[in-house]
């Protein structure tokens, strides 16, 4: 699995532009078709994984009722029941908390370091920008579930190593995100502008330079979201990621193998959760790239 990075060029704009083009920023998500779908799937999302990270689900994730094992959907147990007797449905709602934390966790670190990165190449160059470019080229040389694989394998099992490996692959992918518009915004005559007046480095990057290259970023970080979940669940579906008896997505799928021929809902509903996730995701990013697009802000 090979993950490009999503680059949108933004015109440059004065870091002084007005507060209330940047609170319309929802309402413009909302009136896009997918920009709404997208909201509206993953604020469900979000409720269900906090409904499952306080525990306020129908049964125990974790309990086994051996009487009980592989029953299907019904008014008790609405997904079903697993091998152990163990509710899905209450299962599936922590194992999206889990993917949804490991997510939130990986991406975060990926765009402030990433992020950083990017801009100290761009508006730097020169040397910073050679070894910067060449830090993320030898990370974009290995399949991103190759490296996460790698980093895992070396920092062990666990869900916190889960978000550092994926965090790891992604930081090159925020890197070159920023560093692209960061080239362009660093020629405006209001930056060199700054500079001449003798204005601090980090005071230019952080109050005229980000806020011209946050777009893509924001972008690129609803995308990133998305495949994250998925790589978390591709780890714990090899047995790299959250451990049993901590309910997971991946890890549920890869137990439901061996029962999937009798009990099709062991295997159905978490497989759903994620594809749903991950596409509500991509469909949020849609959204926020066209609410973005300054070609559609002048022609509003």
């Given amino acids: 699995m090979s993950i490009q990075p999503l680059v949108t060029e933004a015109e440059p704009v004065p870091a002084s532009a007005p507060a209330a083009t940047r609170s319309r920023l929802l309402a413009r998500v909302w009136r896009d078709r997918n920009g709404r779908v997208g909201l509206i799937v993953t604020g469900f999302l979000v409720l269900v994984a906090v409904l499952g990270a306080v525990g306020a689900v129908p049964h125990d994730p974790i309990a086994q009722h051996p009487d009980d094992r592989l029953q299907g959907p019904s008014a008790t147990y609405w997904f079903g029941t697993d091998q152990f007797g163990r509710d899905i449905a209450a299962r599936v709602a922590v194992g999206i908390w889990t993917s949804l934390r490991v997510a939130v966790l990986s991406v975060a670190i990926a765009t402030v370091i990433g992020s950083l990165l990017g801009i100290c190449a761009g508006f730097f160059r020169g040397w910073v920008d050679q070894v910067v470019s060449r830090f993320v080229d030898i990370l974009f040389a290995f399949p991103a579930i190759l490296l996460a694989l790698a980093v895992v394998t070396a920092l ?17 992918i925020f890197a070159r995100v920023s560093r692209g518009p960061t080239l362009s915004v660093g020629n405006a005559e209001y930056i060199k502008a700054q500079r ?35 790589t978390e669940s591709s780890l714990s579906f090899l047995g790299l990621g959250t451990q049993p008896p901590a309910a997971s997505l991946g890890l549920m799928v890869s137990d439901a193998r061996s029962t999937v021929a009798n009990a099709w809902w062991t295997l159905t509903f978490p497989a759903l959760a994620i594809v749903v996730a991950v596409i509500a995701l991509n469909l949020l990013g849609d959204g926020l790239r066209s609410a973005l697009d300054p070609r559609r802000e002048s022609r509003s």
């Fill in 156 to 172: 062990g099992t666990g869900w916190q190593n889960t978000a550092i490996a994926i965090a790891v692959v992604y930081t090159p």
């Fill in 196 to 230: 001449v007046l003798g204005t601090p480095l980090p005071r230019v990057m952080l109050r005229h330079v980000l806020p011209n290259v946050s777009a893509p970023i924001v972008v690129q970080v609803t995308l990133a979201l998305s495949w994250a979940i998925l």
